[in-house]
């Protein structure tokens, strides 16, 4: 689990590009509330991707779309050129795999069972093959077994094969996650927060790990907080805020760019309230905000000004089709105050 | 605090720990304690071979001197096994392998055991016959020396936990809540064992021949529970193995053979079989082959739910239904007189009718409601044995199609006649004379073998693990790919067909079927609330669990006829004791164990999960 070999891997394997992940304005609504819109992606193969946003911008939303938890609303995902199926257990057979936000590991299961559960659509036997062990029982389930293993000594959990998965500590807890995702033999792996309440030296070994999983070929798809750790991992960064894709490219373009800087950073707002803000109440703060934004880029914020307080209304009244061109910076101000208590 | 020896109950040891740690009861020397012990238990066994009193007129005549009989040869067996315990203790040579995990617990609670069964006799001898007069010079010695036993047991020094001071400041009501608890942990602390010694390598032939030693033990004492003939027995009975079990397993011994019996799986469970098939030739009438076979037929449905409700955690209410789908489709093709069918069947023709119909039924349920989480399920099974059952009583011709010949059911159903073997007459076998209920005990012995041999393999296979996956969360089992609707489908169905099957033999040895004897709840087992109890109390996910379980809950009502009209109370109380204090049941999963003790044996694991 080297990292010295991924800069090259990346490269090597930027040159025959395919398209192993493809979604096209994926739309996810809630009753009333939008919670993603129009979001196209697309991850190759042999790439890592990133997915980073706000709290609430609806990266999870958006993942279960992809992962069959969801069916969007409109839109369609491709994997390998193929429409995903609507249940995510058919998901995972067509080769998308995927950890959780908060653990959801198999508690009262060994870490060896982990991972064969996770083993599930590689094997085929059934009840009858297993109740009367028919010929191929024996030698799909040594097979499966080995494979668990290969895995469990790849994560560096071999040793503790017979614990019981509620008892490792965290950090192995969600490297064992990441394993049980694995044994399905994913052409793409999605990750949703892989660090979250890692301390910097576990998250260090995750970075490691995922660059391991993309030199076997497998594409990745990230979700984190963390901008370090997503900037220094991936070959692309999506941002999505308010449930649209602000931008995406490498992590130099992503870093520089400045509706992401406000949206996380919120600076140049900070001067404006504070001349106005002793006025107003707090929870109409933001609409004093919006009109100081607009009079750098003079586009249509009125709207998002006045409905400010209510992001779900927000969305649906901000135009969708324009997420891409860079004058449109409505959508930033908005989430200034909510992307603060994120940024790394 | 000394380090803690290898034998930490040696004497030596014991003095030198004599300040820090003294026994439940302060005012003995530790040393005058383990005499006692020692001696309170060759006294009494030697008061077993007294007379105990002076009427035959309590049952099991304990009148005779030199031959001990009914409670006497319990109270016999305790006292043999504290003083085997308390020589342990002292470390003689060739006793120290009787407690691995150490001594002093397994002495303490051999001399309670003791105490309660020998006290429990000399009371029950004392009401039964009007006033302790009638004990003779034997029921006294017995009883001074049970005690004497129990003030040296109590007095075996231990290690005491740490107290949490008291506050000064708490209220009284919290002074006293502080004071019970540091009380109950001191009495735990009194009863912790060691960690079990190793095994030492031996030759799997020595392995297999303890292995059948222990399965002999195990048939001698299910042999002698059934057979035990007048309500006092029973008791006294429950008392000596609940406790006897509990020293022994405090001595460690349980968990070694437990070891031993994992080692050697597959031999251990055809063992258990061979010894299970020997029973019906240790009686001499078929009187007890009755009770074998009925607890056989609980006790394999209740291993078919153990497939739903412990390996898929899907909790379903009217299992027994799926028992009397089987039973009315196997009644209905036996050529009964009063089958509106009056189809007549060969037996393997009428278990593939029964164990389908309830597999048809399965599927029937379980399609629609499966989909669902949670409670649908439990709410939907209640129901369909509720409708089951009324459905039946209403196909009789004129409320309904004539189906079932409602609630007379279907009588007179004819012996099983297989390959020329007559199940209704006796025969004889190696001198032994085998009866009606003993030929179907083998039949069922049969069946069980067949349930059990579904449930180890689908247990430890793909579909087991999906089982298991779809209990502790389904949303991320199917994130792995697990066709979720699918596999529990598969449950249920494999639970009812299994239950069908066990249906099958049921109707014939019951001569009759009615819809009555598949209620929800009842005096009687099996019915689903007892099946479930079963389940739960023998511990869920387990093999073993259910077999135990449904064997205690069939006897225990059948024994204890006194008992009567809070047969039910006891019952539920009993059940709310073991709930509190081993909710993973009498025989635990590895896993649950841990799930329910997790604090105590895993201090802080995930303490960082919150960070």
Known sequence: ?344 | MTTISENPKAPAAATAQESAATGLIGFLPPKAARALALGGGVLTVASCFLAWTWTPRFPGDLTVTGYPGGLQLQVLVLGALTTLFALSSYGVKGTRWLTPAGADPAVRLATIATFATTWFTVGAISVELGGPVNLEPGGVVAAVATLLGLLGGLGLPFERPALLPLDPEDTGWDRFKHRAGNGWSTFKAAFATGPVRRLPAMNSAVEILIITAVLAVALGVFTYGVGTEYDELFLGFLITTGLGFAAVNKSGLTQQATTLTGKHQNLSIAGAFIAAALFPFTQTDDQYATLGVYILIFATVALGLNIVVGLAGLLDLGYVAFLGVGAYAAALVSGAPTSPSGLHLPFWAAVLVGAVASLIFGVLIGAPTLRLRGDYLAIVTLGFGEIFRIAVNNTDGTSGPDITNGSNGIASIPNLNIFGFDFGVEHTIAGFTIGRFANYFFLMLLIMAVVVLVFRRSGDSRIGRAWVAIREDETAALAMGINGFRVKLIAFALGASLAGLAGTVQAHVTYTVTPEQYLFAGPIPPNSAFLLAAVVLGGMGTMSGPLVGAALLFLIPNKLQFLGEFQLLAFGVALILLMRFRPEGMIANRRRQLEFHEKDETPATLAKAGA
């Open chain 1, 1 to 344: 689990m080297t990292t010295t070999t991924n800069q090259a891997g990346a490269t090597t394997s930027q040159a025959t590009p395919e398209k192993v992940l493809d979604a096209r304005g994926v739309t996810m609504r809630f009753g009333g509330l939008t919670a993603v819109r129009e979001v196209d992606l697309t991850v190759n193969s042999g790439e890592i991707v990133g997915l980073i946003g706000p709290n609430g911008a609806g990266k999870t939303t958006f993942f279960n779309c992809l992962t069959g938890l969801y069916v969007p609303t409109e839109g369609e995902v491709r994997y390998k050129g193929t429409v995903l199926p609507p249940t995510s257990f058919k998901v995972t057979a067509a080769g998308i795999a995927r950890t959780f936000q908060n653990i959801r590991l198999f508690g009262n299961m060994s870490v060896l069972e982990n991972v064969l559960v996770g083993r599930h659509t590689r094997m085929k036997q059934g009840l009858w093959s297993a109740v009367l062990r028919l010929p191929g029982f024996r030698r799909t389930e040594e097979e499966a077994t080995r494979r668990a293993m290969e895995l469990l000594e790849f994560i560096g959990l071999a040793h503790k094969a017979e614990h019981l998965a509620r008892n490792l500590p965290y950090g192995e807890q969600r490297k064992l996650e990441i394993a049980r995702a694995l044994a399905s033999d994913p052409g793409l792996l999605l990750l949703d927060e892989p660090t979250a309440g890692m301390n910097p030296q576990e998250t260090r070994a995750v970075e490691e790990l995922i660059f391991a999983i993309r030199d076997q070929g497998i594409a990745v798809l990230v979700i984190e907080h963390d901008m370090r750790f997503i900037f220094n991992l991936c070959d692309r960064v999506a941002v999505l805020v308010q449930g649209q894709k602000l931008i995406e490219g490498d992590s130099q373009t992503v870093q520089s760019d400045e509706r992401v800087i406000a949206a996380y950073l919120g600076e140049p707002i900070d001067e404006a309230p504070s001349t106005k803000a002793p006025a107003d109440e707090a929870p109409t703060d933001e609409a004093p905000a919006a009109p100081a934004k607009a009079a750098e880029t003079a586009e249509d914020t009125d709207t998002d000004a006045d409905t400010g307080s209510d992001d779900a209304e927000a969305a649906d009244d901000a135009p969708a089709e324009d997420d891409d061109t860079p004058a449109d910076t409505a959508d930033a101000p908005k989430d200034a105050a909510p992307g603060k208590e994120n940024d790394a």
